[in-house]
């Protein structure tokens, strides 16, 4: 749900595709691979020129490993955001056996498990607000944008059980065991972006992956969440670009797969990320020294 965020950034590059796994669906990791897997076969067929780009968050990223890890043939371009396949060792895991002995039916009301179970509303929220600049429009336009997410309300209850927590953990478990079994066997490209202290150096786990893989390249965000998705200023397509991991085909071109910046990324490196380097070389600066 968090790659909502980055759907319309990524829809002008990419045809996307999301894999949404309904509330109350028990299916074993083992069943939640064949149809991912069963898709990326369809679309390579459709379309065998091209490379198919899958990105995966936490347990998502342990499903990409996997699929890449059965399909070393077909040509894949893996995107994984803080994978989750260290999760045993996670706090989590840690008091599932104590959560198992809990009852089904009571809410979670403890403020960390339920970010992890629904994230950030609020953020998701501003997804729709992204174009308007001014603090006073954002607030009057942020009421309406929660309200239009209404009609999720009704699935909350069932999230925010503590069944569903369980069983999230568990599926989450046995997919981190199962892509740490086939790391070896992933020939795809891969693009690792690490955030959050539990997955930076030296104990992270990018390092970890980055040393397992043949074809793997890491990014680490030191000041940014382990919700990097929904972290303000962070976008999905720029990192893309920026570590030269675009391409058309599957051999890259430096001529057709370039792709200009946006208006905000240009915005961005000049306003923000070299604001200060701008400045000393405005020719008004210049003009102000005795020389």
């Known amino acids: 749900m968090e790659l909502i965020l980055h759907h319309k950034s990524l829809g002008r590059v990419f045809e996307v595709r999301c894999f949404h796994i309904p509330v109350n669906d028990r299916t074993p990791f083992e069943g939640l691979l064949r149809i991912v897997e069963e898709y990326v076969k369809y679309e390579n067929a459709l379309s065998p020129n091209r490379p198919i780009y899958i990105t995966g968050?936490?347990?998502?990223?342990?499903?990409?490993?996997?699929v890449a890890a059965h399909n070393p043939e077909t040509d894949l371009v893996l995107i994984l955001v803080n994978p989750a396949t260290s999760s045993a060792k996670a706090s989590l895991q840690a008091i599932l056996p104590f959560?198992?002995?809990?009852?089904?039916?009571?809410?979670?009301?403890?403020?960390?498990?339920?970010?992890?179970?629904?994230?950030?509303?609020?953020?998701?929220?501003?997804?729709?607000?992204?174009?308007?600049?001014?603090?006073?429009?954002?607030?009057q336009e942020l009421p309406d944008s929660l309200t239009s997410m209404l009609p999720y309300v009704s699935e909350l209850g069932a999230i925010t059980q503590m069944e569903t927590?369980?069983?999230?953990?568990?599926?989450?478990?046995?997919?981190?065991?199962?892509?740490?079994?086939?790391?070896?066997?992933v020939q795809a490209e891969v693009l690792i972006l690490a955030s959050g202290t539990a997955n930076l150096p030296p104990s992270?786990?990018?390092?970890?992956?980055?040393?397992?893989?043949?074809?793997?390249?890491?990014r680490y965000f030191r000041n940014r969440g382990d919700r990097l998705h929904m972290e303000d200023g962070f976008n999905l397509l720029t990192v893309i670009k920026g570590a030269n991991?675009?391409?058309?085909?599957?051999?890259?071109?430096s001529v057709t797969d370039f792709l200009p910046p946006t208006i905000c990324e240009f915005k961005r490196t000049f306003?923000?990320?070299f604001k200060l380097f701008h400045q000393l070389l405005s020719p008004v600066m210049l003009s102000t020294m005795k020389n």
């Open 165 to 185: 927590l369980v069983w999230q953990l568990k599926l989450l478990k046995s997919g981190a065991a199962y892509a740490s079994s086939r790391l070896h066997a």
């Open 245 to 253: 991991m675009y391409r058309r085909r599957r051999q890259r071109d």
């Open 99 to 139: 959560l198992e002995t809990v009852p089904s039916n009571l809410p979670v009301i403890h403020p960390p498990l339920l970010r992890y179970l629904i994230g950030n509303p609020i953020n998701m929220a501003m997804v729709s607000l992204q174009n308007i600049f001014s603090p006073q429009e954002t607030l």
């Open 204 to 218: 992270g786990e990018a390092d970890r992956l980055f040393k397992s893989m043949k074809n793997c390249k890491v």
């Open 271 to 273: 306003n923000e990320d």
């Open 57 to 66: 968050d936490s347990f998502g990223g342990c499903l990409a490993i996997s």
